[in-house]
């Protein structure tokens, strides 16, 4: 197994330009989400989905989109990226995001300018 | 709002030694709890986890004690290697609801 994989590993945006950070797992977890890491602060939940074709929100949603079409495949879109998104994000799946461990991929570190 | 938090941003302890690293949190409806480790560079990784209807859970090494009274979460590691450095965090979930709150984390440096 793979495990989680993202791509790109790192990525420089300028302002306003739009781009899409790949997620996939080959472990057929239900449950994908995506989180954002910014120095010095925990991990905060962006998106998640709880199976294909379903998704919501977490604690920072604004700013970018996401979409479950397929079980491996949870990628985030970022519409017209600000120097705000600036930060490593990271994509986790699991069984369940209770009693079940989560994997995380490697992360994607973005910069934008 | 409702948050976990940690009482000890850095912690730095001898090889060998044991290391005992805290979480408080505020949430008395928060039920489920996870430790995570982060090395340098990569993606968190699950040390250990424990329901609210627990005390104590233990793991190689590790042993999670959570006191619901007080509301704190500590994560102790027996004789401390210098593999275990790095950021370890505390997340916790609600129920059924789906999103884990994390903490800002404590740098564990073990010195040889």
């Known amino acids: 197994n793979a495990g989680v994989t993202q791509t790109p590993k790192f990525q420089v945006l300028k302002t306003g330009q739009s781009m899409t950070l790949q997620c996939a797992q080959d472990?057929?977890?239900?449950?994908m989400s995506w989180y954002r890491q910014d120095p010095g602060m925990g991990l905060r939940l962006i998106h998640y989905?709880?199976?294909?074709?379903?998704?919501d929100q977490g604690e920072v949603p604004n700013g970018y989109n996401v979409s479950r079409s397929t079980t491996e495949d949870f990628p985030l879109r970022l519409l017209s990226a600000a120097p705000s998104q600036t930060s490593v994000y990271f994509c986790?799946?699991?069984?369940?995001?209770?009693?079940?461990?989560?994997?995380f991929g490697p992360g994607t570190r973005l910069t934008v300018t | 709002g409702e948050s976990v938090g940690l009482h000890l941003p850095t912690l730095s302890v001898q090889e060998g030694d044991n290391s005992i690293i805290n979480c408080a949190y505020s949430n008395s409806a928060s039920d489920y709890f996870i430790w995570y480790k982060q090395e340098s560079g990569k993606g968190p990784q699950f040390i250990i986890d424990?329901?609210?209807?627990?005390d104590k859970r233990q793991g190689q090494r590790v042993t999670v004690l959570l006191n619901k009274t007080v509301k704190h979460l500590s994560l102790q590691i027996a004789a401390t290697q210098p593999g275990d450095s790095a950021v370890y965090f505390c997340?916790?979930?609600?129920?059924?609801?789906?999103?884990?709150?994390f903490g800002k984390g404590t740098l564990l440096t073990v010195n040889p």
């Open positions: 986790a799946s699991s069984y369940s995001p209770v009693g079940y461990e989560q994997y």
């Open positions: 989905s709880v199976g294909a074709g379903i998704t």
């Open positions: 997340a916790e979930n609600i129920g059924s609801n789906y999103k884990l709150t």
């Open positions: 424990i329901r609210s209807n627990m």
């Open positions: 472990m057929n977890h239900e449950y």
